[in-house]
Antibody
């Protein structure tokens, strides 16, 4: 079965960076884009961007353009999201999700809580 | 920027029909998806391409679109359907989510 397993919770100070991993299994990794989304406490879902699991190409939401980097490692079927220059309002649960190909996200990781605190 | 608007909350009695709306520019022409999210859990896809149910999603969930509104309908709502629901669509290579609707059963 399709699984996306994310790395564990992280605590960072303002201005630092965090890198979250998303290890996939149960399907051909290079056949589906991986998207990253986040959800601040008590808030809705926010899309951050995607990485083409085959080519490594990326597309980022404009508000994260200068702070985020999404990569992938095809040898381990793992996608990564690194967010730099963290601010307090970056505290959120970060999700990776598999793009199903019909405009939808058909499988999600369990989420990674990132807390930005001094 | 594009926006999708959902009612923040709604309440339905068990066995009744819940209709959650999602309004936005030309939503009726887009492949809208809907997600269910229960507290402390990841979102789960319940409808995609406006009206298609993924395997494993009960038949009481259905979707439709008309004009500038997409609607998720839950027929014969059950207590287990109490959750937050989000609509999602693509606008100009950007993914947009509605603000979410908290459904109380």
């Amino acid at each position: 079965q399709v699984q996306l397993v994310q790395s564990g919770a992280e605590v960072r100070k303002p201005g630092a960076s965090v890198k979250v991993s998303c290890k996939t299994s149960g399907y051909i990794f290079t056949g589906h884009y991986i998207h990253w989304l986040r959800q601040a406490p008590g808030q809705g879902l926010e899309w951050m961007g995607w990485v083409n699991s085959n080519t490594g190409g990326t597309n980022y939401a404009q508000r994260f353009q200068d702070r985020v980097t999404m990569t992938r490692d095809t040898s381990t079927s793992t996608a990564y999201m690194e967010l730099n220059r963290l601010r307090y309002d970056d505290s959120a649960v970060y999700y990776c999700a598999r793009y199903g190909g019909n405009s939808e996200f058909d499988h999600w990781g369990q989420g990674t809580l990132v807390t930005v605190s001094s | 920027s594009y926006e999708l608007t959902q009612p923040p909350s709604m309440s339905v009695s068990p066995g009744q029909t819940a209709s959650i709306t999602c309004s936005g520019d030309k939503v009726g022409t887009k492949d809208v998806s809907w997600y269910q999210q229960k507290p402390g859990q990841s979102p789960v896809l319940v409808i995609y391409q406006r009206s298609t149910r993924p395997s494993g999603i009960p038949g009481r969930f259905s979707g439709s679109t008309s004009g500038n509104t997409a609607t998720l309908t839950i027929s014969g709502t059950q207590a287990m359907d109490e959750a937050d629901y989000y609509c999602q669509a693509w606008y100009s290579s950007t993914v947009v989510f509605g603000g979410g609707t908290k459904l109380t059963v």
